[in-house]
Antibody
Framework: QVQLQQSGAELVKPGSSVKISCKASGYTFTSYDMHWIKQQPGNGLEWIGWIYPGNGNTKYNQKFNGKATLTADKSSSTAYMQLSSLTSEDSAVYFC???????????WGQGVMVTVSS | DIQMTQSPASLSASLGETVTIECLASEDIYSNLAWYQQKPGKSPQLLIYYANSLNDGVPSRFSGSGSGTQYSLKINSLQSEDVSIYFCQQNYDSPFTFGSGTKLEIK
């Protein structure tokens, strides 16, 4: 069965960076897009960007240009998102989610809570 | 960016009732509209895609409709397990944007 297993919660300091992971199983990792979505407490959902692991192509929401960097490791079927220059506005739950052909998300990871605090 | 205006923000209904949630896009999204259900502390789950296609395993009491800029999600015969937040999402144009959510409670 399809599973997206994300890494654990992170507590990080302002100005630092964090890299979170999303390990895929149960399907051909290189044939599906992987998206990243942000959810702040009490707020809605924001699409950050996507990567196609088959060739490493990426597309970002302009709002997250320079903030988020998406990569993928085909050998381990794992997608990564690095967030840089962290501020309190980056405190949120971050989800990875899969899509195929059309960007609606049929499987989601369990989410990673990132807390930015000194 | 395409704005998705979702209403109502919250909704309270009785078991067995039918409820409808609306989503209005700021421009035509040509039925590229998905609906998700998110239970407390969980990740969102896909209910509907292409405005009216039911995702595998989703109960048939859920249905989607609409075209152009106006879309709706209907839940027939409300069950206790339907208590959740519901989001719409346009996947017509990047950045893919979500509605602000509808919190559904049981009276």
């Amino acid at each position: 069965q399809v599973q997206l297993q994300q890494s654990g919660a992170e507590l990080v300091k302002p100005g630092s960076s964090v890299k979170i992971s999303c390990k895929a199983s149960g399907y051909t990792f290189t044939s599906y897009d992987m998206h990243w979505i942000k959810q702040q407490p009490g707020n809605g959902l924001e699409w950050i960007g996507w990567i196609y692991p088959g060739n490493g192509n990426t597309k970002y929401n302009q709002k997250f240009n320079g903030k988020a960097t998406l990569t993928a490791d085909k050998s381990s079927s794992t997608a990564y998102m690095q967030l840089s220059s962290l501020t309190s506005e980056d405190s949120a739950v971050y989800f990875c989610a899969r899509s195929h052909y059309s960007p609606y998300f049929d499987y989601w990871g369990q989410g990673v809570m990132v807390t930015v605090s000194s | 960016d395409i704005q998705m205006t979702q209403s109502p923000a919250s909704l309270s209904a009785s078991l067995g009732e039918t409820v409808t949630i609306e989503c209005l896009a700021s421009e035509d999204i040509y039925s590229n509209l998905a609906w998700y259900q998110q239970k407390p502390g969980k990740s969102p789950q896909l209910l509907i895609y292409y405005a009216n296609s039911l995702n595998d395993g989703v109960p048939s009491r859920f249905s989607g409709s609409g075209s152009g800029t106006q879309y709706s999600l209907k839940i027939n015969s409300l069950q206790s397990e339907d208590v959740s937040i519901y989001f719409c999402q346009q996947n017509y144009d990047s950045p893919f944007t979500f509605g602000s959510g509808t919190k559904l409670e049981i009276k």
